[in-house]
Every structure is written in structure tokens, then in C-alpha cells.
């Protein structure tokens, strides 16, 4: 089965990370980090930074990979790439997809308004700590999760297995 590709950013600085309301789309109405489909001809750490930019207009020279999710089930067939940023260049400003966009600490975070399993993995996001997820949804209740934190070097290769 061939899963859809997907990239989520957090911008961070010492105890804050950055999230956007969805206002259109897919989760509208929840708070998310950037991100979105990697399109054709483009890599994933290309889509990361382009999704980043539409999203936030937020340059970024170097993403951190973090974490990789796979979602299960009706509807979401997916993988999705997460990654951390600490150095972003130009002005913050909100955007037809995301608004509005807000810094919050890591001891608020409106899980309550999020994706269910964001609560699940964010403290490993949080904590640059790299983890590998599967998520699997049964409508729009998490029915099984499976998240363990991963060493560095064995993510790595299991990401360049899939570029
Ligand atoms: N926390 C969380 N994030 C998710 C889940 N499912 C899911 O796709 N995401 C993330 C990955 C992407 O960053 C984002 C969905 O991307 P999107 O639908 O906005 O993609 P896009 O920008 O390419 O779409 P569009 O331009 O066609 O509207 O949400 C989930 O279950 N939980």
C-alpha cells in the first residue's frame, strides 16, 4: 500500500513552540505545528521547508528529524515526518491556513484542542527526543498506538530508507 507523505515542523525556542490554528483543511478548528504533503519531485526536508514557509512565512536553513508517525485506518493511510527547528528567519504572519499562530510554553499546551494522539508523542517532540509512532485511528478515536523512543542513528537510517 502506498501511504501518503506528510511533514509537521515545530519552531521552538527554550520553553515554547510555536503551533498554528488550522483554519482550513484537514483538522480544521485544532491546533497543529506546519506542515503538509511533500509533493512530487520535491524531498521531504524540501516539502518541510516549503510547507513552513506557506504556513508561517518562516525561512529555515536546517531542520532537526525527530520523529517519524504512521497512521492507521479510516481515513488517514499515512507517514508522517516531524521535525524541530530552533533558527528561523523573517517576519511570523499568519496565513490562509494557519491563524492564528501563537508561542506555547511546553506546560500549555491545548492538548484538549489537538489531534487525540499529539498528547501521546509531543513530550518526546518537546524534548528533541527521537521516537517512532504508529497511530491507529477508528474513526476519530484512537483505537491502538504503539510509540517507543528510538536512538538517533536508528531513525537515520530507517529515514534514508525512505527518501
Ligand atoms: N498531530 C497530528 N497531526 C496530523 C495528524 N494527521 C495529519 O495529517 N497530521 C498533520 C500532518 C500535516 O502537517 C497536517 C495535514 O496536512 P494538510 O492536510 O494541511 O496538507 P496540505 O497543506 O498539503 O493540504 P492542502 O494544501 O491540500 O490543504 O496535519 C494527526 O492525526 N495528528
Known amino acids: 500500500m502506498k501511504r501518503k507523505v506528510?511533514?509537521?515542523?515545530?519552531?521552538?525556542?527554550?520553553?515554547?513552540?510555536?503551533?498554528?490554528?488550522?483554519?482550513?483543511?484537514?483538522?480544521?478548528?485544532?491546533?497543529?505545528?506546519?506542515?503538509?504533503?511533500?509533493?512530487?519531485?520535491e524531498s521531504i526536508h524540501e516539502g518541510a521547508k516549503r510547507e513552513l514557509k506557506e504556513e508561517s512565512?518562516?525561512?529555515?536553513?536546517?531542520?532537526?528529524?525527530?520523529?517519524?508517525?504512521?497512521?492507521?485506518?479510516?481515513?488517514?493511510?499515512?507517514?508522517?515526518?516531524?521535525f524541530t527547528t530552533y533558527n528561523t528567519a523573517g517576519q511570523l504572519k499568519v496565513s490562509e491556513e494557519m491563524n492564528p499562530i501563537t508561542w506555547y510554553k511546553f506546560n500549555d499546551i491545548p492538548y484538549q484542542k489537538m489531534w487525540p494522539d499529539a498528547k501521546l508523542w509531543y513530550p518526546y517532540m518537546l524534548q528533541d527526543k527521537y521516537f517512532v509512532a504508529v497511530i491507529k485511528y477508528i474513526g476519530a478515536k484512537i483505537s491502538e498506538t504503539f510509540i517507543t523512543p528510538c536512538d538517533a542513528n536508528k531513525i537515520q537510517t530507517v529515514f534514508k530508507s525512505m527518501v
Request: net charge neutral.
Open 57 to 82: 512565512n518562516l525561512n529555515v536553513n536546517s531542520l532537526e528529524h525527530v520523529g517519524i508517525i504512521t497512521y492507521e485506518g479510516d481515513p488517514c493511510q499515512s507517514v508522517v515526518h516531524v
Open 6 to 41: 506528510y511533514t509537521l515542523i515545530f519552531v521552538k525556542k527554550h520553553n515554547e513552540v510555536l503551533l498554528g490554528l488550522k483554519v482550513r483543511g484537514f483538522g480544521v478548528g485544532l491546533w497543529n505545528g506546519f506542515g503538509g504533503k511533500v509533493e512530487t519531485g
